[in-house]
């Protein structure tokens, strides 16, 4: 089967099932996905019901019209509505005018002060708490004018403990205390001004001396100036709103919300032939007495905008005031996605994952070992056509000597030498490459038995130099090579020769121009080591990694057309293996390679019976 087809095929029978595997992981997804967002919208649309359900009970109890509001909210209803200000100017009974004139005229006219404090005196003596009033009022006048401050300002404390008279049109207690700071400012006594001052705070915004909304706010910028603190707007709003609901002759009962000063109030009412009872509350009261039990996510609208609550970006369920009969839009964010639905997703997730990385890694291994099995069979294709051409090379020689034998072509004795010669190597060279072939195949089945012995390495290594000088002098090669250690090593020395050779008929198959390879032999304390020198192509960096792979042939030598089957290095790879050495390469391109092998001293050959060489 082509390549193209091994892969198109792959494909089919990986690529369908993942692709249905993904389709319905999909569509799993999206129902889950479908499933989520209809329990949302019944959960959402269940929150809306019930926070709708709890403030209507909320505003329906008829508490709110009988216990003291929490700050915030405002309970107005007769006879003491705790109103900061009114809208009309409330009745302010005083005594007739002349009560006062015979002092008056002192004071004034004759400009008598103390005939006239005396007169003011008698009259504050008065049974009746209107005349008291009155009388203390300019009594406290005429001290100050006479430069008795501060008995001035005690005759106005007296004056502010008639609870329910007036003087000059305002309650006494508020004219009192307001004549007071005036006194303490005129007189530079700042700290007992702010705490006075403080005091009339108090006493305007506990709404028991009721005033018309002027005096009121004269009295209120005056207060707040004089003791730092700002105007009760909040007071303020709640009482403006209530006197709205009051003005507008309302219905029996209602609730609604007012804009007043941009601030949506809550009012809600109840009324009796006698009396009107309004409550109203701050957005402040209506977020943390109700919208706190009417549950999470949930907010209130006003047609204005206005909202109560902390609202959400996420979709909400509404019920509007034309059917919650509430005076504000109920609205409900999506509550917290259910635990159950997302741990459900995440698992079908992360199975859905486990699938994917399950195909991505069977497809990964059978693509990996399709191109290997590929790859091998290219590499035996390439083996086959290279070993038979290794094997037609001698077998043409050895054909062509025997017949030139065989006839009694051969002119001398000494030519006749020659070809015998000629006949040995290339048999030898077959031998070799039969020996190599038979050999690696055992080395890869593990069948191949080493034979162990004490090798003397300079004897063995002088006899393979020269046979190999033997070898390669007829086509114009030297071998150089230095007395090697005199010392043994425990080998198969047929094993180690082998390799060496490999490696000597490497150097000199790949040294393209040079005549001159090289074999050196050293040692250290537990290693003797051979190193086999060229001159030649030299290794690319790219071909070093994969050089002892058997039948691999690097670029440079198929470019060069240098013929090889490509299992020598590989066969040099398994022998020092077995003899538990190491390979060290060395090469720089166009410039030769080096090759050193290190075998141990004592080397752990496996499997093989010791004998002495
Ligand atoms: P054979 O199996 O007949 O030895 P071969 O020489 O091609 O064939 P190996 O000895 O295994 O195979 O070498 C593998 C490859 O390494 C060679 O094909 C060659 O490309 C590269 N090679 C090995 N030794 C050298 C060297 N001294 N200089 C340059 N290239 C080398
Ligand atoms: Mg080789």
Redesign the pocket.
């Known amino acids: 089967m082509s390549r193209r087809r091994l892969i198109s095929a792959f494909a089919i029978v990986l690529g369908l099932p993942a692709l249905t595997v993904a389709w319905l992981a999909w569509s799993l997804l999206r129902q889950d996905q479908a499933l989520e967002k209809q329990r949302l919208f019944e959960s959402r649309e269940l929150a809306a019901s019930q926070a709708v359900q709890t403030l209507s009970t909320l505003l329906a109890n008829p508490r709110l019209f009988t216990d003291p509001p929490a700050p915030g909210a405002l309970l107005a209803h007769p006879p003491t509505p705790p109103l900061l200000f009114l809208n009309e100017t409330p009745p302010a009974p005083e005594p007739p005018r002349d009560t006062f004139h015979p002092a008056e005229s002192l004071e004034f006219q004759q400009n008598a002060l103390p005939q006239a404090i005396a007169l003011y005196r008698t009259l504050a003596a008065s049974p009746d708490a209107r005349v008291r009033a009155g009388a203390l009022f300019r009594l406290a006048r005429c001290l100050h004018k006479a430069g008795r401050t501060d008995a001035a300002l005690d005759t106005y404390l007296a004056l502010a403990r008639l609870q329910s008279a007036f003087v000059a049109g305002w309650p006494a207690p508020i004219a009192a205390l307001w004549s007071r700071c005036l006194l303490l400012e005129s007189s530079g006594r700042s700290q007992p001004l702010r705490s006075e001052a403080r005091e009339l705070s108090q006493l305007l915004a506990s709404g028991r001396h009721p005033l018309a909304r002027p005096a009121y706010s004269a009295f209120a910028d005056d207060a707040a100036r004089w003791s730092g603190s700002p105007r009760p707007d909040q007071l303020e709003l709640l009482t403006e709103a209530a006197l709205a609901i009051q003005a507008s002759d309302p219905p029996p009962s209602g609730r609604t919300i007012l804009l007043i000063r941009n601030t949506p109030i809550t009012a809600v009412w109840s009324r009796t032939p006698s009396r009107l009872s309004v409550f109203v509350a701050s957005p402040d009261y209506v977020l943390r007495h109700w919208l706190s039990r009417a549950g999470p996510g949930i907010w209130l609208r006003h047609d204005s905008g206005a909202t109560i609550g902390p609202p959400s970006s996420a979709q909400a369920s509404i019920r509007y005031p034309a059917e919650s009969r509430l005076p504000w839009a109920v609205l409900a964010a999506t509550p917290p996605s259910p635990q159950d639905l997302s741990s459900r997703r995440r698992l079908l997730l992360l199975l859905l994952a486990a699938v994917a990385i399950l195909t991505l890694a069977g497809a990964y291994a059978v693509l990996r070992s399709f191109r290997r099995e590929l790859a091998l069979a290219r590499l035996q294709e390439d083996f086959l056509a ?1 070993v038979s051409h ?1 094997f037609c090379t001698p077998l043409t020689s050895i054909r062509q000597i025997s017949e030139s034998l065989e006839d009694n072509r051969v002119p001398s004795e000494e030519k006749r030498a020659a070809l015998h010669r000629s006949l040995s190597r290339a048999t030898h060279r077959l031998q070799r ?1 039969v020996e ?1 072939l038979l050999d690696f195949r055992r080395m890869q089945s593990g069948a191949l038995v080493y034979h162990r012995s004490l090798v003397s390495v300079r004897p063995f290594t002088a006899s393979l130099a020269a046979d190999f000088q033997r070898e390669v002098e007829d086509h114009g090669f030297t071998l150089q090579s230095s007395p090697a250690p005199d010392l043994q090593l425990l080998a198969d020395p047929e094993a180690l020769a082998r390799a060496l050779w ?2 000597l ?3 000199v ?3 393209a121009a040079a005549r001159t390879v090289e074999l050196h032999c050293s040692s250290n304390e537990t290693s003797i080591q051979w190193s ?1 020198r ?1 001159h ?4 690319s960096p790219s ?1 070093r990694p994969h ?2 792979q058997r039948f ?7 470019r060069s057309g ?11 790879h398994e022998i020092v293996k077995a003899h538990g050495g190491g390979i060290d390469l060395y ?1 720089i391109e166009g410039q ?2 080096t ?1 050193t092998i290190s075998i141990p001293i004592a080397s752990p050959i496996e499997g093989a019976p010791c004998t002495a060489s």
Do not use: C, M
């Open positions: 290279a290794e490459l190599d490999n490696l008929d490497n150097a198959k790949y040294s086999v060229d030649g192509i030299g290794i071909d050089l002892f691999y042939r690097a670029e440079a030598a198929r240098i013929r090889g089957a490509g299992i020598g290095l590989a066969i040099v090469s030769g390679t090759i």
